[in-house]
């Protein structure tokens, strides 16, 4: 179990961090819940750059997504979507009746800041949700030069998914103006899944006081007034076990220093890309590549899933394509804790058994 190397999309977890999830529980909403979740929101701040309130989560990315598409959509939302985290959004809003569109690209490509004015210059909209970084496809959609535009529209709630970029790439929620930025736990941040957490503005939290049907386990609006404006008394119960696990790896990754965490990152990201570029063929759009995953195109007709077995024998494993990509492309995850030296290792192993 210690030396596996997942790099699937999901991270793999330190031993020492699950060994800070078994310490000995304290009460919710006791003093000391406050203080371990007041230390979580101040180095979460930093990594989101917000001054805006941040909410924590007991579950995990897709609720958030929920809770932002049904606490503050009023009109109707627009989706962008350039793969099955992107169309995640719109199952959403559809299954909770709220009126939506879908705008989704070919997969590969990356949506762009003119495509998105033109949508909203509709005045059709007053939610808006795009990926940051579309785990299926390994692409990030170009976010910051939507900034100028998305605030042309004041009207408009952005929500961005920043699931699988979060600890690993840079993203700048005040500067951009974002009004939901969510991440999970078990992606870069490099934790077990099971908790994620949210920037929520103050025009979301305006937002979401004019609506009415904002449902109940899932409603931000209630989540906020409980933690911030009540001072952690969550409206349901915490999960204080992950929570000492996430304010660890926070410090861990503090001690880091994010710079050089993304700088790791790009790293990871720049030897599979060119490992990839030499003996396959990278997918989608080059403009607009992940630094945390990258998506291969299977052009040697390799079988993926028995090469995941035969890596997984020796204690690595990758992803299979998502959805219509399955065989078609695999990924290699290189993100959370994983260095460059180990991202080198499972490369040389793939090699040897496709050579082979
Ligand atoms: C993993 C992931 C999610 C959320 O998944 P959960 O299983 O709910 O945590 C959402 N968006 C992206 C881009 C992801 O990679």
């Not at 304010?247 to 993304?262: F, P, V």
């Not at 945390?292 to 494993?317: D, H, M, P, Q």
Request: charged share 25%.
């Amino acid at each position: 179990m210690n030396n596996k190397r997942f790099m699937t999309g999901s991270a793999q977890v330190k031993e020492e961090v699950l060994q800070k999830m078994a310490m000995p529980l304290v009460g919710q909403g006791s003093e000391n819940a406050c203080e371990l979740q007041e230390k979580i929101v101040y180095k979460l701040k930093r990594i989101f750059n917000t001054e805006e309130s941040i909410l924590l989560s007991s579950f995990s990315g897709s609720g958030l997504m929920e809770g932002a598409v049904r606490s503050c959509t009023r009109k109707r939302a627009a989706i962008f979507s350039v793969g099955n985290f992107g169309n995640r959004w719109y199952e959403i809003a559809k299954a909770n009746n709220i009126p939506v569109d879908l705008y989704e690209l070919e997969w590969g490509g990356a949506i762009n800041a003119e495509f998105v004015d033109e949508i909203l210059s509709t005045g059709k909209y007053d939610l808006m949700a795009i990926t940051h970084n579309e785990t299926s496809t390994g692409i990030v959609n170009p976010i910051e030069e939507m900034e100028s535009i998305i605030n042309k529209y004041p009207e408009i709630v952005w929500c961005v998914d920043a699931v699988s970029s979060f600890g690993g790439t840079k993203i700048e929620v005040d500067k951009l103006g974002i009004d939901i930025c969510i991440t999970s736990t078990e992606k870069a941040l490099a934790l077990p899944a099971g908790m994620s957490m949210c920037s929520f503005s103050k025009k979301a939290i305006e937002r979401a006081h004019k609506i009415t049907n904002r449902g109940y386990y899932l409603d931000l609006l209630n989540i906020y007034e409980h933690a911030i404006r009540n001072k952690c008394q969550y409206p349901f119960t915490p999960a204080i076990s992950y929570m000492y696990g996430l304010d660890y790896q926070l410090d861990n990754i503090m001690k880091e220093g994010l710079e050089n965490r993304y700088k790791r990152h790009e790293e990871m990201s720049n030897v599979v890309k060119n490992w990839a570029e030499k003996n396959f063929e990278i997918f989608g759009d080059k403009n607009h590549l992940s630094k945390t995953i990258t998506v291969i195109k299977n052009t040697s007709n390799i079988n993926v899933e028995e090469l995941n077995k035969k890596l997984k024998e020796r204690g690595f494993a990758i992803s299979n394509g998502y959805g219509k990509l399955k065989e078609k492309t695999f990924g290699i995850g290189h993100m959370g804790d994983a260095t460059v030296q180990e991202v080198q290792e499972l490369l040389a192993n793939i090699e040897d058994i496709i050579g082979s």
